[in-house]
């Protein structure tokens, strides 16, 4: 039998993203066992970007609360059709546009992506706090998304300074063509940093499908799983 036979034709939905959950519960297990680590400060949300609201009500019956999505404006018509899960907490995990932000903001408790200082000007002053992750750009080309590490220390005053924000910590997407576990390590020495300018961000948004443990391994606390419990992603219309 092969882990694939479990996803017969007689298997429902919710039971092969039940599987998937189990799957995953078990690796970072293991992967905290291994790093020394509690199991209770970390972790998984799923991502869902691509997927329709019908796997998300699936996931929601199987007990998840929190979701991410990377694009404004799918994340937004999710946000109104599932507005009757309202114990719900939505994550923004994509590029936000400075003149979307205060819509991304209605919709997302917390928001991954903050990578420059606009941003946090353009999100500040909310109604209710959104909590806020400084992206960093763990490669060496300047478009990769995420501010340059240099620059993180002067985001996260302005995040403390900023009416409206809380700031959890640090996030990154590891690079491509790198070992993962290089650039989460230094991930966590950037996250050690923000830390001295604020004991209380100690988080670390980090780890994706491919590289999870790895993550977990440099100290990660919320991993964004996306394929690894939908599956493939649709392909984009
Ligand atoms: C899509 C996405 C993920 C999840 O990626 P998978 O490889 O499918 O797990 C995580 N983080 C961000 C920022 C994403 O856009």
Known sequence: MTADATEGVFTTVTEVLA???AHIQDRVVSAAALA???????SIIPIT???????IRELYALGVRD???????EARQKAVDLADLSDLTWHF???VQGKKARQVREYSRVIHSVDRLSLVEALAGGPVPTATFIQVNLSDEEHRGGAAAADVEVIAEAILAADGLTLEG???VAPLGENPRYAFARLREISDRVRRIDGSAT???AGMSGDFEDAILEGATHLRLGTAITGNRPVAG
């Open 93 to 95: 995990v994509g590029q």
């Open 203 to 205: 988080a670390i948004s």
């Open 170 to 172: 640090v996030m990154a």
């Open 36 to 42: 020394g680590r509690a199991l209770d400060e970390i």
């Open 19 to 21: 599987d998937r959950l």
């Open 49 to 55: 970007k691509f997927h329709p609201e019908s796997l």
């Open 67 to 73: 979701f991410g999505e990377s694009r404004h404006q």
